[in-house]
């Protein structure tokens, strides 16, 4: 009986967005954009630089007159609030932000509306990154990559490590001016990921799917003995900010790094600017967050017209250039980005779960619980 009458509230939810949708297809843009003014207001949720995204999103508010309200809280908390209000008619979320990393883990057709089928320019806009789809489900705001920060004045260009073997013969030369981070949500895991991965020869096929068995991850066993053969000579940092703190001020050289955080805190003066950042050939993780529309949304056209503006050319490229972000846009400019687009071409994925998971697991034990 439990199953049938969950069965039944997800069919009237479905459908409740089906049709909402729907009436939002069968209007012109101008007539979303008219009934969008006279919502008046959405609630964004989005989990990282909500100060930085409040005074960002003035431009909308003052070309639309349509108020964003962007509530505190983190992405686990934004998540539950997400799942929590599914049975409500109506819920709190106008527009949420998702990390593309973790779309195979929430059910986006049960959620979302399908955006791709409302937005106008679909094939200039996003909606899938670094292999994780949304089927329409989101559209891409926020590109991100991770890499390595250095400081051209202690590192030559000519000589940045590329490999494991070229990062244990810089630590060797330089030992403590190496640095990376592991907490979750750290570019030293995309890091250490990296290492594990071509160091241990483990194909990038099998490394990246989200099977997780002990033979699995007893393969990786020669990236856990490079770490730790190499433990004396780099830097455990204690998270993103840390690293790039310590770089910037002279005691690093170099730093497991994200794009979009390094060139934000050039941009506030919070970090010095001549540093770089690079992908080296062994590639790096890349992705980014993507936004959708509830399903429940009580305000849909003053959402749909938010991300529209938030995903447009103009847009994506004030974000690449303020933020450091990588444009989501095929129209947008990427000319103040960090890495070039030789570099970008060097991105990889990030593991599926539980796999990722895993790892993160087997690493800590074995190699920074042995520190």
Partial sequence: MLRKIVAATTAVILTAGISQAQD?????????????????????????????????VKPFEQKYGIKVNIPDGDESANRDKLLAERDRDVGDIDVMALGYSRVSS??????????????????TRTFDLTGAPSDGYLAAFWGNQSGIAYDPTKVDEANL????????????????????????GSSGISFY??????????????????????????????????????????????????????????????AAGFEDHLAGLQSRGEARKELKLYVPKM???????????????????????????????????????????????AKADSSKALLTADQRARQVGWPLQPFRKNVDSFFVEHVIQER
């Fill in 24 to 56: 939002l297809s069968s209007k012109s843009w101008d007539d979303i954009v008219a009934q969008a003014k006279q919502e008046g207001e959405i609630n964004f949720f989005v989990w990282y630089l909500q100060d930085d995204l409040r005074n960002a």
């Fill in 106 to 123: 929430v059910p986006l057709a049960d959620l979302f509306v399908k955006v791709k089928d409302l937005l106008p320019d679909t094939d």
């Fill in 161 to 184: 490590p590329q490999t494991p073997e070229d990062l244990a013969a810089f630590w060797s030369a330089h030992p403590g001016k190496f640095g990376f981070n592991y907490q979750d």
């Fill in 193 to 254: 990921y990296s290492v594990l991965r071509v160091a241990s020869g483990v194909p990038d096929k099998e490394f990246f799917s989200g099977e997780s068995n002990k033979e699995k991850l007893a393969a990786l066993q020669p990236g856990i003995d490079f770490f730790n053969k190499h433990a004396k000579n780099y830097v455990v940092t204690a998270s993103n900010a840390d690293s790039i703190t310590r770089l910037s001020d002279g005691e690093l050289w170099m």
């Fill in 283 to 329: 590639g790096m993780a890349g992705g980014g967050n993507g936004v959708g529309i509830p399903v429940n949304a009580h305000n849909k056209a003053a959402a749909l017209v938010f991300v529209e503006w938030l995903t447009s050319a103009e847009t994506q490229s004030w974000l690449n250039e303020h933020f450091g972000t990588a444009p989501t846009n």
